[in-house]
């Protein structure tokens, strides 16, 4: 008989303790009834606690945000402890994949749990990375967002973000792209931006995760606008109040709202009353969600659309938005408002100010936004980079190269000396460049290893919750790599693959790489044009490469169809969903055939054909694969230039 001993009263202590009894009792199933009880001098059984509670020494300087998780147990119990209550909850899950649990995908489908009895284990380790999260988008629904957040505590990622979820998830319930396929269902958006979230949001606080908030609607807010207006707004529907005109910013002698759009225009920022109007509704927020552990500066997500008025024109954008963090801190020291606020290395802020200093350092966190970046590459270090890309106002080269981005990202760091972390998109368009995910997968491992060499403490990704098609390797990748940066990629991709696929794992491995290999990354990214006059995609001598998928799918379908009915759910799940992305691959390499020999407008349409045609599986694959943001990012390689901000 076990018993679970909660050495602290906390809630998050409490799911803690349900779920290693959940688990616990699913490993053997005959042990009977798992007691859980509050006893803070327990000294045998489970003994849930802070590190502190059993005189084990932290390594953690912010125990918000740093990750210790402790596991010594034996046959009978033991301790798991950590740093904050999440890393309880951690440790609990990181005592589970010791004895052979496996979480690959969200929901219960992805859990692999095996019949046996625990056995000792002993794992003491501090997270690598402090911020270690996602922040969604694309496709979602509201029970899709509810099996990713279980999921994400799963894989011992700490942050996570949904504020401004409800524009996403109506595009899920629009089903934007597969109207032939699937009939527009009704989602109110007020429900949506205020029970939802706050649904969403309670669900990741029951388990400890850091709330980040943030979206571009921030200064919509400050003009007085809703956000649930947007799209009536931008299809003519509403108009924009006369009085809000002021104060956008002034481009080509007009003050106009950029893209009839409010999350695309800028502000006039040398206005004070625009800069009081952001510090006000940023406070407004904070003392409105006092839950939420970063706030997020955000300003518009278009690019070169900052005021052009001759006050403006006399500073960097980057500069206007330094004076508004300072008269932001300002705020908040005479409210007693102690909290992180962050803001993005992000388009026209890309280049470092150059005339205004932030004051207080310590109350904020940049985020690097490398958004304009290709993901064929890594960069290791600061070193060997070329003279930043000057600045002209709405007129500045876009940076391409991550070689680029970085030597603007080091004149940041000499201009900011508080802390950075990441803000990432390889689960946004940029995975379904890559059908075999074999090189997206890489990527993010190459790409987490390097955040220390380049004075990172962490990873938000902006991307789908629906990263899972045909299985999730990279998203597990990701969240083992900034928990344990010396983790070893070939192990964990066997581990991963062996529980998804069983036996026959090496065949799977193999067959993706090689769907990788023939599709190319470099191809699919625009980086192998034979003429750029014809388009990034005009390659005919790639027609080979791209040939030799039909072969590859053809062959490994005889191995899928002697594989459908497998001994554990994961394994059968992972199968059926190669049978399905077998079927994706070879109508993809199809349109590819024609698009590389520059038969564009043929590709187009038959590009337009499969997805409609391919879109018939979207419910049955709905849990693992984000249609919706996939077609949209495949269409943008036909309809847009790559290496710009594709928006």
Request: aromatic content about 12%; proline content about 4%; hydrophobic content about 35%.
């Amino acid at each position: 008989m076990f018993v679970i001993n909660k050495i602290r009263a906390d809630h998050v202590i409490d799911f803690a303790a349900e779920e290693l009894k959940k688990y616990l009792r699913m490993m053997m199933p005959h042990v009977g009834d798992i007691a859980i009880s509050y006893d803070p001098e327990a000294k045998d059984g489970f003994r849930l606690g802070l590190l502190e509670d059993f005189g084990i020494a932290s390594e953690a300087k912010d125990a918000t945000w740093d990750d210790v998780v402790h596991v010594d147990t034996d046959e009978k119990g033991g301790i798991l402890a950590g740093s904050n209550m999440r890393s309880i909850l951690f440790a609990v899950y990181r005592f589970l994949k010791l004895n052979g649990c496996r979480f690959l995908f969200p929901g219960i489908d992805g859990e692999h749990i095996p019949k046996k009895n625990i056995t000792a284990q002993r794992y003491h380790k501090m997270a690598d990375y402090q911020r270690r999260g996602h922040s969604l988008e694309g496709d979602p629904s509201l029970e899709q967002v509810l099996d990713y957040i279980d999921y994400h505590a799963k894989a011992e990622l700490n942050t996570f973000g949904c504020y401004g979820i409800f524009n996403y998830m109506r595009r899920y319930y629009k089903h934007r792209l597969n109207n032939d396929n699937r009939a527009e269902e009704f989602m109110d958006d007020d429900v949506a931006e205020t029970q939802w979230r706050s649904l969403f949001e309670c669900e990741a606080m029951k388990r400890g995760l850091l709330v980040f908030s943030g979206d571009h609607g921030l200064l919509a807010r400050a003009l007085g606008l809703k956000i649930e207006d947007r799209f009536p707004y931008k299809r003519g529907e509403k108009e924009f109040p006369p009085e809000v005109f002021p104060y956008l910013a002034e481009l080509n002698g007009e003050r106009v709202m950029h893209k009839r759009d409010f999350f695309y225009t800028n502000l006039c920022m040398s206005n004070p009353e625009v800069r009081k109007r952001i510090v006000d509704i940023m406070i407004e927020r904070m003392l409105e969600n006092p839950h939420i552990a970063n706030a997020n500066l955000s300003l518009a997500d278009g690019t070169h659309n900052h005021c052009e008025c001759a006050v403006c024109r006399t500073k960097r954008p980057s500069d206007w938005m330094v004076m508004i963090l300072n008269e932001l801190d300002e705020e908040m020291t005479a409210r007693g408002i102690n909290k992180v606020v962050g803001f993005g290395f992000y388009v026209d802020r890309m280049f470092a100010p150059i005339e205004e200093k932030i004051k207080n350092p310590d109350r904020f966190r940049m985020s690097f936004c490398p958004i304009t970046r290709t993901y064929t590459g890594s960069i290791a270090s600061f070193d060997n980079l070329p003279e930043p890309i000057p600045y002209e106002l709405n007129a500045w080269k876009v940076p391409k190269t991550l070689e680029e981005i970085y030597s603007l990202l080091k004149a940041w760091q000499t201009a900011f000396s508080g802390s950075y972390s990441v803000f990432e998109y390889h689960f946004w368009l940029h995975q379904y460049r890559d059908p075999g995910l074999a090189s997206i997968s890489r990527r993010i491992y190459e790409d987490v290893m390097s955040y220390k060499n380049t004075n990172m403490d962490g990873c938000m990704e902006d991307g789908s919750n629906k990263s899972f098609f045909p299985h999730g390797f990279h998203g597990h990748i990701y969240a083992e790599t900034l928990m344990n940066r010396d983790c070893d990629y070939e192990g964990e991709q066997a581990d991963y693959f062996a529980h998804l696929y069983g036996e026959d794992w090496k065949l799977v491995k193999e067959y993706l790489d090689n769907i990788t290999d023939a599709f190319c990354h470099k191809y699919m990214v625009g980086e192998m044009s034979a003429d750029i006059t014809k388009g990034k995609l005009y390659n005919p001598d790639h027609y080979a490469s791209l040939a030799k998928v039909q072969t590859l799918v053809d062959d490994m379908r005889k191995v899928i169809n002697e594989h459908m009915l497998m001994p554990t759910r994961p394994q059968t799940i992972g199968w059926r969903l190669l049978q399905r992305h077998a079927e994706y691959c070879e109508g993809l390499a199809k349109v590819m055939l024609e698009k590389c020999q520059g038969h564009d407008v043929l590709a187009l349409e038959m590009l337009e054909e499969f997805l409609k045609d391919f879109g018939r599986h979207d419910y049955e694959l709905e849990r693992y694969f984000d249609f919706g943001l996939c077609a949209n990012a495949t269409k943008r390689l036909f309809k847009l230039e790559l290496n710009t901000i594709e928006f």
